[in-house]
């Protein structure tokens, strides 16, 4: 008989703005001291998309948004779906190709 595994902690997502048009998102869930609790730095540019440089996974695979809500609810969406898979599925595989004469 195995112990099932406990949950992880849900990820309480915090907004920080250190310019006028710049942010980054933390991870409330993780102590400060922890260099994991930054998640991403997000710029809004001059057409107003949000462009976020993801620094953790799991993360959303786009990295333009048209707002804040919209790029919150993708990262939980990513983290959800990390969430739900075994953590004994290999890797994704990457093929490799002789180098080109």
Sequence with gaps: MTVPEAPLPASVWEV???A???WRICDGAVAESDAARLVAY???NETGIYDVLWLRSPCPTRSSYHDLDELLAELDAAVADAM???RS???TH???FPPRR
């Design 42 to 44: 997000v710029d809004r």
């Design 89 to 91: 599925i290999r890797p």
């Design 20 to 22: 006028r048009s710049a």
């Design 16 to 18: 920080i703005q250190i």
């Design 84 to 86: 739900a898979l075994p």
């Design 94 to 96: 990457i093929p490799h």
